[in-house]
Protein backbone atom coordinates (compact mmCIF):
# COMPACT_ATOMS: atom_id res chain seq x y z
CA UNK A 1 0.00 0.00 0.00
CA UNK A 2 0.83 3.83 -0.39
CA UNK A 3 1.59 5.19 2.61
CA UNK A 4 1.49 9.01 2.45
CA UNK A 5 0.11 10.32 6.03
CA UNK A 6 1.07 8.89 9.24
CA UNK A 7 -0.65 9.57 12.47
CA UNK A 8 2.04 9.77 15.40
CA UNK A 9 0.31 9.36 19.29
CA UNK A 10 2.48 10.17 22.28
CA UNK A 11 4.13 13.52 23.92
CA UNK A 12 7.23 12.07 24.96
CA UNK A 13 10.76 12.28 23.38
CA UNK A 14 10.07 8.92 20.61
CA UNK A 15 6.66 10.27 19.75
CA UNK A 16 8.23 13.66 18.78
CA UNK A 17 11.45 12.42 17.35
CA UNK A 18 9.36 10.00 14.91
CA UNK A 19 7.15 12.43 13.84
CA UNK A 20 10.10 14.75 12.76
CA UNK A 21 12.22 11.85 11.25
CA UNK A 22 8.86 11.37 9.12
CA UNK A 23 8.20 14.60 8.15
CA UNK A 24 11.78 15.38 7.09
CA UNK A 25 11.48 12.39 4.54
CA UNK A 26 8.00 14.03 3.20
CA UNK A 27 5.60 11.92 4.68
CA UNK A 28 2.38 14.25 5.84
CA UNK A 29 2.47 13.87 9.78
CA UNK A 30 -0.15 14.29 12.54
CA UNK A 31 1.12 14.65 15.72
CA UNK A 32 -1.60 13.83 18.54
CA UNK A 33 -0.90 14.51 21.59
CA UNK A 34 -3.88 14.89 25.01
CA UNK A 35 -3.87 18.30 25.30
CA UNK A 36 -3.73 20.73 22.55
CA UNK A 37 -0.47 23.03 23.96
CA UNK A 38 1.64 19.75 24.51
CA UNK A 39 1.09 19.12 21.03
CA UNK A 40 1.86 22.31 19.80
CA UNK A 41 5.33 21.84 22.39
CA UNK A 42 6.15 18.97 20.36
CA UNK A 43 6.22 20.96 17.74
CA UNK A 44 8.34 24.05 18.60
CA UNK A 45 10.36 21.56 20.17
CA UNK A 46 10.92 19.81 16.55
CA UNK A 47 11.17 23.32 15.12
CA UNK A 48 14.38 24.03 17.23
CA UNK A 49 15.86 20.54 16.50
CA UNK A 50 15.53 21.14 12.70
CA UNK A 51 17.03 24.32 12.75
CA UNK A 52 20.05 22.98 14.93
CA UNK A 53 20.51 20.27 11.74
CA UNK A 54 20.43 23.77 9.66
CA UNK A 55 23.54 25.76 11.32
CA UNK A 56 25.18 22.65 11.10
CA UNK A 57 24.47 22.51 7.53
CA UNK A 58 22.80 19.16 7.49
CA UNK A 59 19.52 20.09 6.17
CA UNK A 60 18.93 23.21 3.69
CA UNK A 61 15.99 26.07 5.18
CA UNK A 62 13.76 24.47 2.59
CA UNK A 63 13.45 21.77 4.11
CA UNK A 64 13.34 22.40 7.22
CA UNK A 65 10.10 24.50 6.13
CA UNK A 66 8.96 21.94 4.09
CA UNK A 67 9.11 19.38 7.22
CA UNK A 68 6.97 22.08 9.66
CA UNK A 69 4.65 22.53 6.95
CA UNK A 70 3.75 18.88 6.76
CA UNK A 71 3.31 18.74 10.76
CA UNK A 72 -0.33 19.05 11.98
CA UNK A 73 -0.45 18.99 16.00
CA UNK A 74 -3.60 17.57 17.33
CA UNK A 75 -5.69 16.79 20.38
CA UNK A 76 -8.52 14.70 19.21
CA UNK A 77 -8.08 10.91 18.45
CA UNK A 78 -10.48 11.34 15.72
CA UNK A 79 -7.57 13.59 13.62
CA UNK A 80 -6.12 10.78 12.69
CA UNK A 81 -9.17 9.48 10.85
CA UNK A 82 -7.42 9.79 7.36
CA UNK A 83 -4.08 8.48 8.40
CA UNK A 84 -2.37 5.38 6.09
CA UNK A 85 -0.44 4.66 9.06
CA UNK A 86 -0.55 5.16 13.24
CA UNK A 87 1.89 4.36 15.20
CA UNK A 88 1.72 4.85 19.43
CA UNK A 89 4.24 5.59 21.43
CA UNK A 90 2.68 6.00 25.00
CA UNK A 91 3.61 5.21 28.23
CA UNK A 92 5.10 1.49 28.29
CA UNK A 93 1.55 -0.24 30.08
CA UNK A 94 0.13 -3.02 28.10
CA UNK A 95 -3.15 -1.95 29.75
CA UNK A 96 -2.92 1.72 28.15
CA UNK A 97 -1.67 0.83 24.99
CA UNK A 98 -4.60 -2.14 24.56
CA UNK A 99 -7.39 0.46 25.14
CA UNK A 100 -5.83 2.94 22.10
CA UNK A 101 -5.44 0.40 20.12
CA UNK A 102 -9.06 -0.74 20.70
CA UNK A 103 -10.13 3.11 20.09
CA UNK A 104 -7.84 3.28 17.18
CA UNK A 105 -9.20 0.61 15.17
CA UNK A 106 -12.84 2.31 15.58
CA UNK A 107 -11.69 5.64 14.50
CA UNK A 108 -9.33 4.90 11.52
CA UNK A 109 -10.14 3.45 8.14
CA UNK A 110 -9.87 -0.21 7.05
CA UNK A 111 -6.70 0.10 5.02
CA UNK A 112 -4.52 1.50 7.93
CA UNK A 113 -1.93 -0.20 9.62
CA UNK A 114 -1.64 0.20 13.17
CA UNK A 115 1.69 0.15 15.20
CA UNK A 116 3.37 0.17 17.61
CA UNK A 117 6.73 1.70 19.02
CA UNK A 118 6.67 -0.62 22.13
CA UNK A 119 10.22 -1.63 23.04
CA UNK A 120 9.29 -5.02 24.91
CA UNK A 121 5.21 -5.67 25.26
CA UNK A 122 3.64 -7.99 23.37
CA UNK A 123 2.74 -6.74 20.26
CA UNK A 124 -0.13 -9.32 19.65
CA UNK A 125 -2.12 -8.76 22.49
CA UNK A 126 -2.77 -5.09 20.92
CA UNK A 127 -3.13 -6.41 17.95
CA UNK A 128 -6.19 -8.82 19.32
CA UNK A 129 -7.84 -5.59 20.63
CA UNK A 130 -9.08 -4.56 16.93
CA UNK A 131 -10.38 -6.04 14.26
CA UNK A 132 -7.43 -5.92 11.61
CA UNK A 133 -5.20 -8.17 13.42
CA UNK A 134 -3.24 -8.51 10.34
CA UNK A 135 -2.24 -5.19 10.02
CA UNK A 136 -1.34 -4.84 13.30
CA UNK A 137 2.60 -4.39 13.72
CA UNK A 138 5.43 -3.54 15.43
CA UNK A 139 7.82 -0.56 14.48
CA UNK A 140 10.10 -0.06 16.86
CA UNK A 141 12.24 3.68 16.40
CA UNK A 142 15.29 3.96 18.91
CA UNK A 143 15.97 6.90 20.62
CA UNK A 144 17.20 10.08 19.18
CA UNK A 145 14.79 8.52 16.27
CA UNK A 146 16.13 11.37 13.95
CA UNK A 147 19.64 10.15 14.54
CA UNK A 148 19.67 6.39 15.06
CA UNK A 149 19.90 4.44 11.51
CA UNK A 150 18.10 1.05 12.76
CA UNK A 151 14.18 0.42 12.93
CA UNK A 152 12.83 -3.26 14.59
CA UNK A 153 9.86 -4.19 12.69
CA UNK A 154 8.08 -6.62 14.76
CA UNK A 155 6.24 -9.48 13.32
CA UNK A 156 2.80 -10.68 15.79
CA UNK A 157 1.91 -14.53 14.75
CA UNK A 158 -1.52 -12.38 13.22
CA UNK A 159 0.74 -9.79 10.71
CA UNK A 160 0.26 -10.77 7.02
CA UNK A 161 2.64 -10.43 4.68
CA UNK A 162 1.63 -7.34 3.28
CA UNK A 163 1.70 -5.37 6.86
CA UNK A 164 4.98 -6.44 7.32
CA UNK A 165 6.54 -5.25 4.13
CA UNK A 166 4.91 -1.84 4.31
CA UNK A 167 6.52 -1.40 7.06
CA UNK A 168 9.81 -1.91 6.02
CA UNK A 169 9.44 0.46 3.03
CA UNK A 170 8.49 2.96 4.99
CA UNK A 171 11.66 2.17 7.46
CA UNK A 172 13.65 2.35 4.32
CA UNK A 173 11.83 5.74 2.66
CA UNK A 174 12.87 7.80 5.82
CA UNK A 175 16.63 6.46 5.86
CA UNK A 176 16.62 3.61 8.12
CA UNK A 177 17.61 0.09 8.16
CA UNK A 178 14.87 -2.57 9.04
CA UNK A 179 15.41 -5.78 10.71
CA UNK A 180 12.37 -8.05 10.79
CA UNK A 181 12.09 -10.10 13.89
CA UNK A 182 9.33 -11.97 15.80
CA UNK A 183 7.42 -10.71 18.04
CA UNK A 184 9.38 -11.43 21.53
CA UNK A 185 10.34 -9.95 24.54
CA UNK A 186 13.05 -7.31 24.15
CA UNK A 187 13.26 -8.19 20.22
CA UNK A 188 16.81 -8.07 19.46
CA UNK A 189 18.26 -5.14 20.81
CA UNK A 190 16.90 -4.91 24.27
CA UNK A 191 16.79 -8.81 24.90
CA UNK A 192 20.80 -8.18 24.31
CA UNK A 193 21.15 -5.00 25.90
CA UNK A 194 19.41 -5.02 29.17
CA UNK A 195 21.04 -7.87 30.98
CA UNK A 196 24.37 -5.61 30.36
CA UNK A 197 22.81 -2.52 31.52
CA UNK A 198 21.53 -4.30 34.75
CA UNK A 199 24.99 -6.41 35.02
CA UNK A 200 26.72 -2.55 35.22
CA UNK A 201 24.31 -1.49 38.31
CA UNK A 202 24.57 -5.20 39.63
CA UNK A 203 28.56 -4.63 39.71
CA UNK A 204 28.21 -0.79 41.01
CA UNK A 205 25.93 -2.16 44.01
CA UNK A 206 28.25 -4.54 44.71
CA UNK A 207 30.95 -1.99 44.71
CA UNK A 208 33.20 -3.90 42.45
CA UNK A 209 33.81 -0.56 41.17
CA UNK A 210 32.46 3.53 40.92
CA UNK A 211 29.98 4.71 37.92
CA UNK A 212 32.62 7.00 36.24
CA UNK A 213 35.54 3.60 36.08
CA UNK A 214 32.32 1.09 34.95
CA UNK A 215 31.57 3.87 31.92
CA UNK A 216 34.89 4.55 31.11
CA UNK A 217 36.15 0.74 31.06
CA UNK A 218 32.91 0.32 28.67
CA UNK A 219 34.07 2.96 26.49
CA UNK A 220 37.45 2.20 26.41
CA UNK A 221 37.74 -1.27 26.33
CA UNK A 222 34.25 -2.37 24.10
CA UNK A 223 34.28 1.04 22.13
CA UNK A 224 30.88 1.93 22.96
CA UNK A 225 30.00 5.30 22.62
CA UNK A 226 28.41 5.79 25.69
CA UNK A 227 29.17 3.64 29.33
CA UNK A 228 26.06 2.00 30.88
CA UNK A 229 25.03 4.36 33.22
CA UNK A 230 25.10 7.47 31.13
CA UNK A 231 23.14 5.09 28.55
CA UNK A 232 20.43 4.43 31.29
CA UNK A 233 19.83 7.91 32.10
CA UNK A 234 19.26 8.69 28.52
CA UNK A 235 17.08 5.43 28.40
CA UNK A 236 15.24 6.73 31.14
CA UNK A 237 15.64 4.72 34.71
CA UNK A 238 11.61 4.01 34.91
CA UNK A 239 11.95 2.62 31.47
CA UNK A 240 14.71 0.55 31.48
CA UNK A 241 13.45 -1.24 34.93
CA UNK A 242 9.53 -1.82 32.84
CA UNK A 243 11.85 -3.15 30.07
CA UNK A 244 13.47 -5.53 32.32
CA UNK A 245 10.37 -6.65 34.32
CA UNK A 246 8.93 -7.42 30.79
CA UNK A 247 11.56 -9.41 29.90
CA UNK A 248 11.90 -11.42 33.08
CA UNK A 249 8.02 -12.35 33.10
CA UNK A 250 8.26 -13.66 29.90
CA UNK A 251 11.76 -15.56 29.81
CA UNK A 252 12.31 -15.84 34.19
CA UNK A 253 15.87 -15.47 33.38
CA UNK A 254 17.66 -13.97 36.34
CA UNK A 255 19.78 -12.00 34.29
CA UNK A 256 16.82 -9.79 33.63
CA UNK A 257 15.79 -9.85 37.00
CA UNK A 258 16.13 -5.63 38.00
CA UNK A 259 18.55 -4.99 40.40
CA UNK A 260 17.25 -3.49 43.55
CA UNK A 261 19.36 -0.68 43.37
CA UNK A 262 17.52 0.20 40.14
CA UNK A 263 14.27 -0.58 41.35
CA UNK A 264 14.51 1.97 44.04
CA UNK A 265 16.22 4.86 42.34
CA UNK A 266 12.48 4.76 39.98
CA UNK A 267 11.07 4.62 43.94
CA UNK A 268 13.11 8.08 44.78
CA UNK A 269 11.81 9.39 40.76
CA UNK A 270 15.60 9.08 39.52
CA UNK A 271 14.57 8.35 36.06
CA UNK A 272 17.66 10.23 34.54
CA UNK A 273 17.75 12.86 31.77
CA UNK A 274 14.51 13.68 32.16
CA UNK A 275 13.83 14.05 35.53
CA UNK A 276 16.68 15.82 36.02
CA UNK A 277 18.96 13.24 38.28
CA UNK A 278 20.03 9.53 37.27
CA UNK A 279 22.96 7.76 38.09
CA UNK A 280 24.21 11.42 36.82
CA UNK A 281 22.72 15.18 38.00
CA UNK A 282 21.73 16.95 35.04
CA UNK A 283 20.58 20.06 36.80
CA UNK A 284 23.78 22.16 36.62
Known amino acids: MSIKRVGIVGSGIMGSGIAETMAVHGFEVVLRSRAQSTAESMVAAMEKSLARQVDKGKLSEADRDGALSRVT ?3 NLGELAGCDLVIESVVEDLGVKKHLFSELDRICPEHTILATNTST ?3 VEMAMETGRPDQVC ?12 LVEV ?4 TA ?12 EACGKTPVEVKDQAGFIVNALLFPYLNNAVRLLENGVATRDDIDTAMKGGCGFPMGPFALLDLVGLDTS ?15 YAAV ?10 LFGRKSGRGFFDYRK
Not at 138 to 143: E, S, V
Not at 260 to 269: F, G, H, K, S, Y
Open 160 to 171: SDATVAAAKALA
Open 121 to 123: LPV
Open 260 to 269: PLLRRMVAAE
Open 73 to 75: AVS
Open 241 to 255: LAILDALYDEFRDPN
Open 154 to 157: VRPI
Open 138 to 149: GIHFFNPAPVMS
